[in-house]
């Protein structure tokens, strides 16, 4: 499978399977659309006629006549053996292997610790219905919490590495509990020959140099919610009481920042069809000082007003091309800037598991309550339907993570034929069960929002190559 695609002057070719990037000019570019169902003369006749008044090549010359005809004939072969060496139409290599790879052991690797089922703003997108997730507000215990990190510890197989992110609602409301559990982490660490990476996702409210100093010390990454422009943050991520979060959270997510050295950390927003133009809104975060941006489209049903259209789609694709623009062009300023859905490793990549089935819901990573029940991932919380065990007796729903364990880019239809399915490993499980009644199904807004994003990625680093 070949995808091709022009973008900021660029004539890019993606072989998918093998994953690799092509950049060509004119005439190769319309020779590899139809390579595969033409013959040699009958392609190279076909391009010397459309390419009539001439194409440039590599150096810029005009090809014409004799010289047209015999690059087209050189061309031709170039494909050829790019197709033989398997960087060129590449055969799948992944799918004969996939009944396989449905039946791998699975370990615990990650959990989503929601400390707190509560928050001090109402947001209007949340999903998790200002921090309550279909359910009553309640602060995780530590006697909970403990036993967590013992589930995850006890499944986790002989992985070393683990992961905890405190999640909310807003952790921060449930701070001193937050602070037991990472002591409670690090005490279990020789004894079991593990190591915990701790994040934190947070709205900042309850930031102060306590947490700080802390965080910059038993964190290894931070998540700092905000949706750029104040006027953008303060329409839908305002207080209780109606008042914006904006004038409070920035000063101390720079601070915050520049502790952190400008690493290990996201400023991350969400973005809805109230700001059509986010790549503003990046700017906006960029221009503040933040280096490490993540600004994400909302999901949201129709009936809601900040919910996408279908009419908004153009807009937002042609967002995501003004913004690679933009990176590129402050990178090349000298002030850096990472766009975290564009983030894209063409050397080495995700390990094969990873590209397949993403994230690892519902096996590899487990959401728990405040009351220690286990979910498939945060985003399920609150639904009795993905209730998977809890953190005494472990995951007691094999059926449901038997169906996860089984979700991956060849159990849904909607992938088998996409270009982008070994980049987004078939899309948030959630989202298509949101919209669809099943996990094996995807999310049409977000699987259009996606493309554009690993094309513009791409793009990015062709840019980047070509100026080094």
Not at 54 to 73: I, N, W
Not at 164 to 176: A, K
Not at 341 to 350: A, N, Q, W, Y
Not at 403 to 431: D, I, L, T
Request: hydrophobic share 35%; aromatic share 12%.
């Amino acid at each position: 499978m070949v995808h091709q695609y022009k973008s900021n002057g660029f004539n890019i070719v993606l072989d998918v399977n093998s994953g690799m990037v092509h950049l060509v000019d004119e005439l190769t570019y319309e020779m590899i659309a139809a390579f595969p169902n033409m013959e040699r003369d009958a392609l190279v006749k076909s391009v010397c006629e459309k390419f009539s008044d001439g194409t440039p090549d590599e150096e810029g010359r005009l090809l014409k006549g004799e010289e047209l005809y015999s690059e087209a004939q050189h061309v031709y072969d170039e494909l050829l053996s790019m197709k033989e060496a398997g960087t060129l139409f590449s055969e799948d290599i992944y799918e004969p292997y996939v009944e396989e790879f449905s039946k791998r052991e699975t370990v615990v690797k990650a959990l989503c610790l929601h400390t707190a089922h509560d928050c001090n703003l109402a947001c209007r997108y949340c999903f998790a219905e200002e921090g309550e997730y279909h359910g009553r507000r309640a602060l995780m215990s530590l006697e909970v919490g403990k036993k967590a990190l013992d589930f995850l510890i006890q499944n986790s197989g002989n992985r070393k590495n683990l992961e905890v992110d405190f999640f909310g609602g807003e952790p921060l409301l449930n701070w001193e509990v937050v602070k037991e559990l990472v002591k409670y982490g690090r005490e279990q660490e020789a004894r079991y020959e593990k190591k915990f990476r701790f994040t934190l996702t947070t709205n900042g409210v309850l930031l102060n140099d306590e947490v700080m100093e802390f965080v910059n010390r038993e964190m290894s990454n931070v998540v700092l919610s905000i949706d750029g422009r104040k006027e953008v943050n303060d329409r839908m991520r305002p207080f209780r009481r109606g008042d914006g979060s904006y004038d409070l959270i920035v000063p101390k997510f720079q601070k915050l920042a520049e502790q952190r050295n400008q690493t290990d950390y996201y400023v991350r927003g969400t973005f809805t069809h109230h700001n059509l133009d986010f790549s503003e809104d990046v700017k906006h975060l960029s221009e503040l000082g933040f280096e490490q941006i993540s600004v994400e489209p909302v999901v949201a049903q129709p009936t809601e007003d900040y919910a996408f259209r279908e009419e908004d789609l153009p807009e937002l694709l042609k967002q995501y091309d003004i913004l690679a623009k933009y990176i590129l062009e402050r990178r090349k300023s000298g002030k850096w800037i990472n766009f975290f859905h564009f983030m894209l490793d063409l050397s080495g990549g995700p390990c094969v598991y990873k590209r397949l089935s993403g994230c690892g819901s519902g096996t590899e990573y487990l959401a728990v309550t405040p009351w220690g029940d286990l979910y498939p991932c945060h985003q399920f919380v609150g639904n009795e339907e993905f209730l998977m065990g809890n953190v005494d007796e472990g995951v007691t729903n094999l059926e449901l993570r038997e169906k996860f364990r089984q979700c991956n880019v060849y159990s849904k239809e909607k992938c088998k034929n996409c270009f982008a399915k070994f980049h987004c490993s078939g899309g948030c499980a959630a989202n298509a069960y949101n919209f669809h009644g099943d996990i094996h199904d995807v999310y049409e807004v977000g699987c259009e929002l996606q493309k554009k994003r690993v094309e513009c990625a791409i793009m990015i680093q062709a840019a980047q190559a070509q100026n080094s």
